[in-house]
């Protein structure tokens, strides 16, 4: 089946830990994403990478960051820069230059 | 500074009544208009989506109704059921990758039996 998988599902940090949430699609796309998604807000885009080796930053990037190794895998490690992580993250990827996102099941990280 | 801007925060309809949700946006420059829908503890799935060469686009139960010079859109859900009971989401890009996707606050709906 193709589609984005994201793990773990669950993941529990202590504060001052980086942490690292994996995300792969068989898609076959180009551009992939990350976004985070907190209560009553809606989804805000972190990083995307629209090639391999290249990523760019999106409205939040303060406090992750990303690699793009492989077409297929688009990593985020959460710093311990970032202020406020806990949150739901969720992966997603496109053809470039296309609206169209699909999106993985999501982590939800709970700094503890 | 929102680009899009959703409403309600929240929706409650009973079994087959019809769900409305209202979106607006500013940047005119917009030509793509997809909505989401959500199920508790999962990724976002594309319901629907419009460009604004048509004001109204439907699938099955699900319609986009979209007003360019009033730079609005809204779904409409007809005979909603207890399964569509989620979390939607309305989002507005330029056709040039979801980079540029801009969604709004999302409405979660719950439909009554």
């Known amino acids: 089946d193709g589609g984005i998988t994201q793990s773990p599902k669950y993941l529990f940090r202590k504060e001052g830990q980086n942490v690292t949430l994996s995300c792969e699609q068989n898609?076959?796309?180009?551009?992939m994403y990350w976004y985070r998604q907190d209560p009553g807000q809606g989804l805000r885009l972190i990083y995307y990478?629209?090639?391999?080796?290249?990523?760019q930053k999106g409205d939040i990037a303060e406090g992750y960051s990303v690699s793009r190794e492989k077409k297929e895998s688009f990593p985020l490690t959460v710093t311990s820069a970032q202020k406020n992580p806990t949150a739901f993250y969720l992966c997603?990827?496109?053809?470039?230059?296309?609206?169209?996102?699909?999106f993985g099941q999501g982590t939800r990280l709970t700094v503890v | 500074q929102q680009q899009v801007k959703q409403s309600p925060q929240s929706l409650i309809v009973q079994k087959g009544g019809i769900s409305i949700i209202n979106c607006a946006y500013e940047?005119?420059?917009?030509?793509?208009f997809p909505w989401y829908q959500q199920f508790p503890g999962k990724g976002p799935a594309l319901l629907i989506a419009?460009?604004?060469?048509?004001s109204e686009k439907k699938e099955g139960r699900f319609t986009i109704s979209f007003n360019k010079s009033a730079k609005q859109f809204s779904l409409h859900i007809m005979d909603s059921q207890p399964g569509d009971s989620a979390t939607y989401f309305c989002?507005?890009?330029?056709?040039?990758?979801?980079?540029?996707?801009?969604f709004g606050t999302g409405t979660r709906l719950t439909v009554i039996p």
């Open positions: 997603a990827s496109s053809r470039v230059r296309a609206s169209e996102a699909f």
């Open positions: 898609l076959n796309h180009d551009a």
């Open positions: 990478s629209q090639i391999v080796n290249d990523f």
């Open positions: 940047n005119t420059a917009f030509d793509y």
């Open positions: 419009i460009r604004p060469d048509v």
């Open positions: 989002a507005a890009s330029r056709e040039t990758g979801a980079n540029n996707l801009f």
